[in-house]
């Protein structure tokens, strides 16, 4: 058996995603910018897909901008702030995705602009006082802050920070990677500024996202090229990814309350199997559902003479999830959120993330193989 429990890097394809997209792939080839038949056909493609995510999250569809995924959005929004909106500062956390911190800090190096960083408490909370403090200098300012934690789930109030925000004139911007398609948005009452969204975080393709752009934000160009995206984004449109990202969006929300139910009913069973399981278990970010992802659990476990082996010897018996953020997967280093927020790095942790096709079953799995790890090694 093998069990896939690291939904929060990356999620399997939904049957109906590929449905939608296999036609566009087969017989949509057209340039959408093109102005004959061909061209028309999948530009009307791209414009439908536009209508009905923004229909889910009630906006514009012409506060939508199509782009490569997150990390894009990301830049995108950060350097809007800084080249077009002429914010001289950003304020922001060490635990954000390297996707915004590390476009923070080159900001910072090579633009002069301010950055702060926001302390974080032992569970990747931000302090709103602290936020408003700083904010009432009125300095021109950008918060990006994202609303949940890809490591370790911690949840940020972002309609707080959008009042607080708004109170003293600031943009905000917030990744909401890991939590668009698993919460309802209602983006026109929300009031944020910019918001990324990645396709692939709920069943849909990889390589397509966007960046949600307020209509009150008068952004110039982004990427320059040709006249796509209105003009803000050059390069040919990825179609059948736009027509994908639709249709995940809409099958998220066609049943979200009962994929929350049973995705959160997994999480707390989970907790509860680890708890009686292994004597010395703890976990890191915050669990209780309203402060927490619930798609994401990360464990810190009891360590032992093997625990830098212990991911290594799950996968080898068939559980595959991660230890901090597999986007950056590859690098030695440790998470920098685990370290951003003072965990105990002495002790092993693992990142089990479930998706709406998590069972039960996988869950049992999971915490036997741990099981016969944990008496192995301490036998
Ligand atoms: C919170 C967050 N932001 C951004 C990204 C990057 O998104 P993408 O892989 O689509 O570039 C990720 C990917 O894991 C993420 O978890």
Known sequence: MRVYLDNAATTPLA???????????????????????????TKALIETSRRSIAKQLNCSPGELIFTSGGTEADNIALN??????GVKRIISTT????????????????????????????KGNINLNELETYLKDEKPTLVSLMHANNEIGTLTPIEKVSEICKKYNAYFHTDTVQTMGHYAFDLDKLGI???????????GPKGIGFLYANKRIKTDILIHGGAQERGLRGGTENVYGIVGLAK??????????????HVQ????YMIERLKETLSDVTFHGETDPAKSLYTVLNVCL??????????????LKGVACSGGSACSSGATKGS????????DNSRPNARFSFSRYTTKEEIDFAIEQLEAIYDKVLA
């Not at 995940?248 to 139910?261: D, F, K, M, V």
Request: overall charge negative; aromatic content about 8%.
């Open 95 to 122: 635990i954000e995705h390297h996707a915004v911190c590390h476009t923070i800090e080159h900001l910072a190096e090579r633009e002069g602009i301010e950055a702060v960083w926001l302390s974080v408490d032992s």
């Open 80 to 85: 809007t702030g800084v080249f077009q909106l």
């Open 302 to 315: 009891p360590a032992t003479e093997k625990s830098g082996m212990l991911l290594f010897t799950l996968d």
């Open 193 to 203: 500024d910019f918001v990324t969204c990645a396709a692939h975080k709920f069943h």
């Open 336 to 343: 920098h959120v685990l370290e951003g927020i003072q965990a």
């Open 248 to 261: 995940a969006i809409e099958l998220a929300y066609s049943h979200l309350e009962e994929h929350q139910a």
């Open 15 to 41: 049957k109906e995603v590929a449905e939608a997209m296999i036609p566009v792939l087969q017989n949509e080839f057209g340039n959408p910018s093109s102005t004959h038949f061909y061209g028309r056909q």
């Open 265 to 268: 009913g997994l999480k707390t």
